[in-house]
């Protein structure tokens, strides 16, 4: 037994449009993702940066040691939190570059159509051990 003409020229047809949606979407994703690599770069070149700005958060008194939300979650709200000392470190010189980040990882996650697991990230505690800033 064989399949009439018509229905296996529209089993065909029907093959077709799926190869071609599913060619269609993998570009999609492809254009996502290319449309996101500027701001991947500039997120790598600000994360070396502050961390260069940063150093090592040493501190006379916990004081001089601070929090920055670090980073932007697809859903909202930061990915982590960065210790810095403000006896070593320009704050006003630090938050600009950290707002140009986070605002790089929003723009990031929209473009690319970014997930997450949308965990709220609590602000750490920071203490200082041995004159060293560190979130716990």
Do not use: W
């Amino acid at each position: 037994m064989s399949f009439p003409k018509v229905l296996l020229g529209k089993f065909l047809l029907a093959a077709a449009i799926f190869a071609l949606a599913t060619i269609h979407d993998d570009q999609r994703e492809l254009s996502a993702a290319e449309a996101g690599q500027p701001y991947i770069d500039r997120m790598n070149i600000l994360d070396r940066m502050i961390k260069d700005i940063i150093g090592e958060p040493r501190a006379d008194n916990l004081t001089q040691c601070r929090l920055m939300a670090y980073g932007a979650k697809a859903c909202g709200g930061p990915a982590a939190y960065l210790a810095f000392s403000t006896a070593r470190t320009n704050e006003a010189q630090l938050t600009g570059l950290v707002d140009e980040y986070n605002q790089n990882a929003r723009n990031y996650n929209q473009v690319s159509n970014r997930m997450s697991d949308c965990m709220f990230v609590m602000e750490p505690q920071i203490e200082l051990i041995s004159g060293i800033c560190k979130l716990r």
